[in-house]
């Protein structure tokens, strides 16, 4: 029987297997920052033990660090603290760091594509759920426990039982103004935010195959915003051209046998799922969140589902999380105003992103009572968009480019949306005071998010372009 590109993956890095038992899998590369590692390596120094293998360690700061001014001391004390932790654990132990001032400090899982750190038929982990983005190159990738993170920096090593297999197909086309952020949350909000529990997902089909390496890499980032383990897209033309030329990827000789072994990781025609979903990408049009969570979404054209469109025991949470946001059932979204548009996190702050904005808003200026934040996922992109002249637009446009970071993805830093306010965000989280305490979150793609800072308000992009 064939084999699904997970399955060649997932045993060809298997270092012991035992009935009743998890697997232990070698892992390739292991990605850590500052939040999630501080009681991995105290864990590692009570025991008197080094890192394994540290060349297969890199390491960012990216959730606690601002976004404004990072030549100066970070102000919050926690945050300050962390960053500082990992610069000292990271000197101690011989992991290479991209801190802040480096060339190479970005978000983690922006950093590790672009580098030519992640690479097809890769295991890849990291104390951090969104690890599942390095899944568009063809690598089984997932986030991680701390007590896990220890693990792999003692062994390289992680103990995990194999996840069950699915298949996402979308096919078709894609319409104007829909992005691939639309077809994750489209997918989410059919199959819920638990929907894909206890699988990883392999996404595949016409629409997903005409995706850019950015835009995969948002696909995979969300696929753990619908339950799954991770999720992953065969490896094609499209990634190897991506991946060319990058500062780590293999180069002469090594380029060539790697090369080779890249493109043998597809599922077999005869590979059998353990569950397949089939979507058509003609019914996907730009989408919203309403709710507290990625699975509480629709077009934005539509209306926020009656009470009685749902089952008695889904009542109650809906109701909660309406009363959170402050939205009615049955209400629209169009036209609601907004306070704050955020474009960032590394779900979608890729130069892509950056470009697809910046050529919508290019002649336009933002709604006046609107705030805009655009924070770059990388000091790369950073630069990138410097070299390309997009930060005068943005400037022009009333738009503030900020430094890299996770920013007000996760408001663990300075960028936190106000109480009561309105944002309508890139990230891939929308839960109750996820971009600060009783801020309210509106998840859509990069161009929906521009058409709300351009407009004031959630509006159609399509009617915009």
């Not at 392999?202 to 629409?207: F, R, S």
């Not at 046998?257 to 353990?274: P, Q, R, V």
Request: charged letters at 25%; aromatic letters at 8%; glycine letters at 10%.
């Amino acid at each position: 029987m064939g084999k699904t590109l997970f399955d060649k993956i997932w045993d060809s890095h298997i270092v012991m297997s035992k009935p009743g038992h998890p697997d232990a899998v070698y892992i390739n590369t292991h990605f850590i920052h500052e939040v999630t590692s501080p009681q991995a390596f105290d864990g590692l120094r009570k025991r008197g033990i080094p890192v394994f293998r540290p060349a297969k360690t890199r390491a960012t700061a990216d959730h606690n660090v601002p976004t404004l001014h990072q030549d100066q001391p970070i102000k919050e004390a926690l945050s300050r603290y962390q960053v500082e932790m990992l610069t000292k654990n990271t000197s101690e132990y011989g992991v290479e760091l991209y801190g802040l001032g480096h060339r190479y400090q970005g978000i983690v899982h922006v950093i590790g594509p672009e580098l030519g750190i992640t690479l097809p038929g890769m295991t890849i982990v990291c104390g951090d759920s969104h690890t599942s983005t390095h899944g568009a190159f063809g690598a089984v990738a997932f986030g991680i426990g701390t007590s896990e993170v220890e693990q792999v920096l003692a062994t390289q090593c992680i103990l995990q039982y194999k996840p069950k297999r699915m298949k996402i197909e979308v096919n078709g086309q894609l319409g104007k103004g829909v992005l691939s952020k639309d077809i994750i949350l489209y997918i989410i909000s059919k199959i819920s935010a638990s929907g894909a529990t206890g699988y990883f997902v392999e996404y595949a089909g016409e629409a997903i195959r005409n995706l850019s390496m950015e835009a995969r890499m948002t696909i995979c980032n969300m696929s753990i915003e619908m339950g799954a383990r991770g999720g992953l897209i065969a490896p094609d033309s499209t990634t190897f051209d991506y991946i060319k030329g990058r500062e780590f990827a293999p180069k002469g000789a090594d380029w060539d046998k790697a090369l080779e072994y890249w493109k043998t990781l597809y599922s077999d025609a005869d590979a059998t799922f353990d569950k397949v979903l089939t979507f058509d990408a003609a019914d996907i049009e730009p989408q919203i969140t309403y709710g507290t969570n990625p699975g509480m979404g629709m077009g934005v054209t539509r209306h926020i589902p009656a009470l009685e469109q749902l089952e008695e025991k889904e009542r109650p949470s809906f109701k909660k999380s309406l009363e959170y946001m402050d939205l009615q059932p049955g209400a629209e979204l169009l036209g609601k105003k907004v306070d704050y548009v955020f474009i960032g996190s590394c779900t979608n702050s890729r130069i892509e992103d950056l470009r697809l904005v910046a050529d919508f808003v290019k002649g336009k200026h933002k709604a006046d009572d609107v705030v805009v934040w655009i924070v770059p996922g990388s000091k790369q992109v950073e630069a990138q968009a410097k070299e390309e002249g997009i930060d005068k637009i943005f400037a022009e446009a009333g738009f503030q480019l900020r430094e890299p970071g996770c920013s007000a993805c996760l408001a663990m830093n300075e960028d936190k949306v106000p109480a009561g306010m309105y944002c309508i965000s890139t990230s891939n989280r929308n839960f109750e005071g996820r971009q600060g305490p009783n801020a309210r979150t509106f998840l859509a793609s990069p161009l929906t998010a521009a058409a709300a800072a351009i407009t004031g308000k959630v509006a159609d992009v399509r009617e915009l372009l």
